[in-house]
């Protein structure tokens, strides 16, 4: 074998040594951050995600912090990639679970498209608790039967695409579970989307709104379909709407449970 073989072979070993670890972090409050992420992020000599989410960590001065703004997942998810092949531990971490809506596509994504040494990588994916399941498990069961999670962000598909997926939910008869429902720069799309689903749903369909659920500031509002006001939605609030199966139990102190029953009927 000659003197360049080796020296590649070498070069290769040293760049897939590395580990890289997508974990999520939950929706906010530190009890809901898993014992299993809690270990990876000991472990990790380079923290990598958006600013807002490492801010919630407690970090030693020996791991190196790499914060970056909201919208540049794929660029975030190759300099986790590098940083893993150089032979530093990384924690990429996403808020909620790292598969839904997290970076966990966004690092496969670039695996994929990148440099084919990332693919000899040492690469785990670590779940978190989704801001679905938090929002469910505070208002009661809404998730008892079929649902889906769609994002009304048009940032990478267009929104022909969002009202189809909307409508089709809404006709299967899935609860649905909408991230990303307005931001500054998106602010109408929530009040379209309530417009789609009124066309297809009884407007005594539940909607809930948890803004910022798990954290001090939580705000959860319980209404209906056709009392949903879309100013009540921001980019930290998940909208989480019924169907026709799902009740309210009213309870003492003006609160309410939302469960959707686990059979419907045969029609």
């Not at 974990?23 to 807002?52: H, N, S, W």
């Not at 909607?207 to 930290?236: C, I, K, N, Q, Y």
């Not at 199966?245 to 009927?265: C, K």
Request: with cysteine; charged share 20%; aromatic share 6%.
């Amino acid at each position: 074998m000659s003197a360049d073989r080796v020296s590649a072979d070498q070069v290769t070993a040293e760049r897939i040594s590395g580990r890289l670890v997508v974990v999520g972090i939950g929706p906010g409050d530190e009890a809901m951050v898993t014992p299993q992420a809690r270990a990876v992020l000991a472990g990790a000599t380079d923290l990598v995600g958006y600013g807002p989410y490492l801010a919630r960590l407690a970090v030693g001065p020996e791991v190196v912090v790499h914060a970056s703004d909201n919208r540049v997942e794929l660029e975030r998810a190759r300099h986790a990639l590098a940083l893993a092949a150089s032979g530093r531990v990384v924690a990429v971490v996403s808020g909620g679970d790292a598969g839904v809506f997290g970076m966990a596509s966004a690092v496969f994504e670039a695996i994929e498209q990148g440099d084919p040494a990332w693919r000899g990588l040492d690469v785990v994916v670590v779940p978190g608790i989704s801001a679905l399941l938090a929002v469910a498990a505070r208002v009661g069961a809404p998730l008892g039967h079929d649902f889906c999670a769609i994002s009304l962000s048009d940032n990478l598909k267009p929104w022909e695409a969002v009202e189809r997926r909307l409508v089709a939910a809404a006709g299967a008869g899935f609860v649905m579970a909408l991230y990303n429902p307005a931001s500054r720069a998106r602010a109408w799309q929530i009040g379209r989307c309530f417009e789609v689903l009124r066309a297809a749903l009884p407007g005594e369909v539940p909607v809930m709104f948890a803004r910022a659920v798990s954290r001090a500031d939580e705000l959860v509002t319980v209404t209906s379909l056709g009392s949903a006001d879309p100013a009540m939605a921001d980019m930290r609030t998940l909208v989480m709407v019924g169907t026709a199966e799902t009740r309210v139990i009213a309870r003492a102190d003006g609160t309410s449970w939302v469960y959707t029953p686990r059979g419907v009927a045969a029609s």
